[in-house]
């Protein structure tokens, strides 16, 4: 059974830092392409930072330069470090793995965890 549980979220206020985290059960973590999806309220989800097998990153373009996605696959976690938050970051962000690209939206879900910016 997969497993993917976030933790790290929580209210913050505008230019501050939080760090998420998404331990991993039930798969070979290392082979799998892992990310951070986001969705704020009436809005869809998007793809905010991804991490391959082989520890390649991209981020969208409205966080870059302000998070960092890591893994360490010695502990099957992935985390997302988010730094200077702005208002517009608050939303629920679900952890992800597949061993298809992360894009592809093929693989597994957590059940999300809430992060709120207050301004």
């Known amino acids: 059974q997969v497993q993917l549980v976030e933790s790290g979220g929580g209210l913050v206020q505008a230019g501050g830092s939080l760090t998420l985290s998404c331990a991993a059960s039930?798969?070979?973590?290392?082979?799998?392409?892992m990310g951070w999806y986001r969705q704020a309220p009436g809005k869809q989800r998007d793809l905010v930072a991804q991490?391959?097998?082989?520890?390649?990153?991209d981020y969208a373009d409205s966080v870059k330069g302000r998070f960092l996605i890591s893994r360490d696959n010695t502990k099957n976690t992935v985390y997302l470090q988010m730094n200077s938050l702005e208002p517009e970051d608050t939303a629920v962000y679900f952890c992800?793995?597949?061993?298809?690209?992360?894009?592809?939206?093929?693989?597994?879900w957590g059940q999300g965890t809430q992060v709120t910016v207050s301004s």
């Open positions: 039930g798969i070979i973590f290392s082979m799998f392409n």
């Open positions: 991490i391959t097998c082989d520890g390649s990153t």
């Open positions: 992800y793995a597949d061993r298809s690209p992360v894009r592809y939206r093929t693989g597994y």
